[in-house]
């Protein structure tokens, strides 16, 4: 432990061999993470360039070639006349009027609870919190129940409605007004005439816009990516959001499913093509939000 | 002047009082919309559940017969077994390896190179859920996966011999930590970067080494952030749905239709039609869950957000 040292000029000592070995286990176990993590993506974006013979036959991270990849999307739209399509439209819309119903509820909810006094605030606050904590897809089988009792099974809005409800947006949202805000600014704003209704829209929501990001990004990617809900709920597959769909594709995959799979043309390459289209969106959000997803996550730091 | 002075009490309460009472309509009209929805779908489940649990289909009162029932199901003790296996081999992984890689990231690193370590260990987490699980049955195919050269090492020469039930908590895990830990160890990394440099300086100062230095002085500061992570990996992983049950359709029903409890309860109801035993293994869930998070909550200041 004694000759291990930060890797800074004033600190260093070439030869040493504590820190060697040090360096030796640190370059081992990034360098094993990076392909546990990398591997699989260029595995996967280079598959729908093969077709199943290659994949089995080739070296693993070859590339195939571009009308391999035409083929494989044709094979992929021609499943059940486009169906992915389809799933990939119903996804857009339960996600997209989720997103909306969450951020005309959350925003105001998360603003609210840290700048206006009302009896039941409290209450309202804590029960927010454990609802945020409680495991959500125990829920799922009750909320069921409860559509069916309301006769919403099968239609969107047993989806968009519980895909709203997000109260992990709520506490994102009342920490960066209970932090960012200062509640002086609203009563200066009150003694100049300014209506409640005002003030929410002229000062808190333009001073809103970095946790709106980031309540629209986790609630648009964790709605996107939902699977027990609407593989409980839809019963048909013209009204499949896409995950369910995957789930579909791969119940047709001849290597996995040689009964019901045969005769189709669904076969690797095609299902890692129906992979990626899947990902796509939530992947470019991806792409930029690392810093979003940091402050987010960070948020409740700032409190102290 | 009695008089006066109480006059000037009330009014002085009234302006008081004006603003107060605005705000206070104005709250109400602000939480309404998401206080439906949390009724709708966060407290009326949850009581419905425990209603369900406690009833019988023809709703007669019998309370607890469901939770002995599904207990005594030859089913719930495995699906419970496996599923806290998998936690505690999730939970373990995970915070060792996320603050661990956090803090290598953090010291040893020139920040650009660390900046490219985060971003590409963080891509795969847009593949969660169903995606995620698909691209591992093609991992852990010997027949196409990339490493099969490994799986054959190790003595998995098809995809059966992957797909043992002794294996399924450690796919579980890889599938998770792929999708899951990139995000983590960002986080966890800008915990880190908020710890002052002087702290960090003085440590140096003192002869601490960088493991030393992250033991004592980096990790119990960021000690929150650990607890929450698990908190959230705790929630997540009682949650174990997708990941069995896809794997259980890909497998040609080798894999137990009912390897977690939420497939469990997903058997109960949809192919046993038993609606209340379905929601008492919910009860079962909902109370490991709270009991996890509020061990975890009390030990770390979380959730004391409301001091003002």
Known sequence: MTGITFDSPTARRPGAPGRVLSTAVVVLLLGLLLVFFVLPVIWLLLAPSKTAGQIVSDPPLSFGSFSQIGAAWKHLTSFQNGALLVWLKNSAVYSGASLLLTLATSVPAGYALALTKFRGRKTLLMVTLVTMIMPSATLVLPIFLELNKFHLIGTVWSIILPFSFYPFGVYLVYIYFATSLPREILAAARIDGCSEWQIFTHIALPLAKPVIGLVAFFSFVGNWNNFFLPYLVLPDSNEFPIQ???NQLLSSTPSFNPVAGAGLNITVPELALAIIIAILPVLVLFLFSQRTLVSGMLAGATKE | MT???SRRVTATARRRGVPRRRGGLAGYFFVGGYAVLLLAFGVFPTVYAFYLSLTNDRGQFTGINQFVKV???YRFVPAFTDMLLYLAMWLVVLVGLTVLVAVVLRGRMRPGLSALFRFLFYIPGALAGVASVLVWLFMLDPAVSPVSWLLDSLGFHSFAAVLTPGNLPVIFVLIAFWTGAGGWIVVMYGALNNIPDEVLEAARMDGAGPWKTAWHIQIPMIRQWIAYMAILAFAAGTQLFVEPQLLQTASLGRVTPTWSPNQLAYVFAFQQGDFNGAAAISV???????????????????????ET
């Open chain 1, 244 to 246: 369910v769909g995957l």
């Open chain 2, 3 to 5: 008089l006066l002075e």
């Open chain 2, 71 to 73: 207990a005594q199901d």
């Open chain 2, 284 to 306: 079962f869930l909902l109370a490991l869950g709270l009991i996890g998070a509020g061990l975890l909550v009390r030990r770390s200041d979380m959730f004391k957000v409301d």
